[in-house]
């Protein structure tokens, strides 16, 4: 079973700080994603990554930045946090040649 | 890009009880993916149906694609307390897998 772990799980933040939610896979997957969800909706895709040291924006990047230092790991960065961006934080990976995305437990932000 | 759309926000069922989740699309799909997200969760994938195919089972769920009507459904049979959950449908598109999801579907089996 795919292991994608997110740190930390929740996070109350002040609005204008800054804010890095983490992400770790040990399956060695190429492929990893940041998604968003709002309470009643579906989740929406901000940046994912096909290779270690490379991101790519995905439908709604405005407000997040993504790095991606190693092959394991994946971190989104709101350099300045808004109320608009509470919200909780999917994490997922994939590898190259399958078709089954392994989504982390999430991580709930609530910025005030 | 068009969303999957789930056609029920809320279904409330029996334990035992068959249930079936529609969703629709708008826009030409190579595949469709049903996900269940449980309380505290991430989705989970269930099933995946490829645009050439018309069902796919797997255990007691059963996925349908339609596409001359742009429309897909998940039945789940003999439902438990365990099925309670959000179910999602998603459309890959582009490369690298990226997913649009639904808004979900609220399934309680349970009180």
């Known amino acids: 079973e795919a292991a994608v772990t997110q740190s930390p799980r929740s996070k109350v933040a002040v609005t204008g700080g800054k804010v890095t939610l983490s992400c770790h896979q040990t399956n060695n997957h190429d492929y990893m994603y940041w998604y968003r969800q709002d309470t009643g909706h579906g989740l929406r895709l901000i940046h994912y990554?096909?290779?270690?040291?490379?991101?790519e924006k995905g439908d709604i990047p405005d407000g997040y930045k993504a790095s991606r230092p190693s092959q394991e790991n994946f971190s989104l960065i709101l350099e300045l946090a808004s109320l608009s961006q509470t919200a909780v934080y999917f994490c997922?990976?994939?590898?190259?040649?399958?078709?089954?995305?392994?989504f982390g437990k999430g991580t709930r932000l609530t910025v005030v | 890009s068009q969303l999957a759309e789930e056609n029920l926000w809320a279904l409330s069922v029996h334990e035992g009880e068959s249930v079936t989740v529609n969703c629709s699309y708008k826009?030409?799909?190579?595949?469709l993916q049903w996900y269940r997200q449980k309380s505290g969760e991430g989705p989970a994938q269930l099933i995946l149906i490829r645009s050439n195919e018309r069902e796919k089972r797997n255990g007691r769920l059963r996925a349908t694609l339609d596409t001359s009507s742009q429309s897909s459904s998940l039945s789940i049979t003999a439902t438990r307390c365990e099925d309670t959950a959000v179910y999602f449908c998603?459309?890959?598109?582009?490369?690298?897998?990226?997913?649009?999801f639904g808004a979900g579907t609220r399934l309680a089996v349970c009180p």
């Open positions: 826009t030409s799909i190579t595949a």
């Open positions: 998603a459309r890959p598109f582009g490369s690298f897998n990226k997913l649009t």
């Open positions: 997922a990976s994939k590898d190259r040649g399958a078709t089954e995305v392994f």
């Open positions: 990554s096909y290779v270690a040291d490379s991101t």
